[in-house]
């Protein structure tokens, strides 16, 4: 059974800096897209960051510039760097895993990251 446990959201002040991480467990992870999503109140889930197993990343316009998606595939981890911290990021944050050829998917439980002073 595929488990997603994201730690490391809070309390920051606006142009401060978080890392989240998320760890994976239940599964090889060499062969699946990671990726980091969000969801603000009232809004639909957003894409972030993806990195695939070759650490190829894409990111959103939004976060270009100031998130950096990494993953650590020893330790079957993704992580996101998120500097510059603006309100607008404050969001329940997301870990997503998806199977490169299967598309089997798999989501954390969420973290939260409230920006405010």
């Known amino acids: 059974q595929v488990q997603l446990v994201e730690s490391g959201g809070g309390l920051v002040q606006p142009g401060g800096s978080l890392r989240l991480s998320c760890a994976a467990s239940g599964s090889s992870f060499r062969l699946y897209t990671m990726g980091w999503y969000r969801q603000a109140p009232g809004k639909q889930r957003e894409l972030l960051a993806l990195i695939g197993s070759g650490a190829s990343t894409n990111y959103a316009d939004s976060v270009k510039g100031r998130f950096t998606i990494s993953r650590d595939n020893a330790k079957n981890m993704v992580y996101l760097q998120m500097n510059s911290l603006k309100p607008d990021d404050t969001a329940v944050y997301y870990c997503?895993?998806?199977?490169?050829?299967?598309?089997?998917?798999?989501w954390g439980q969420g973290t939260q990251v409230t920006v405010s002073s």
């Open positions: 997503n895993v998806r199977h490169i050829v299967t598309t089997e998917t798999y």
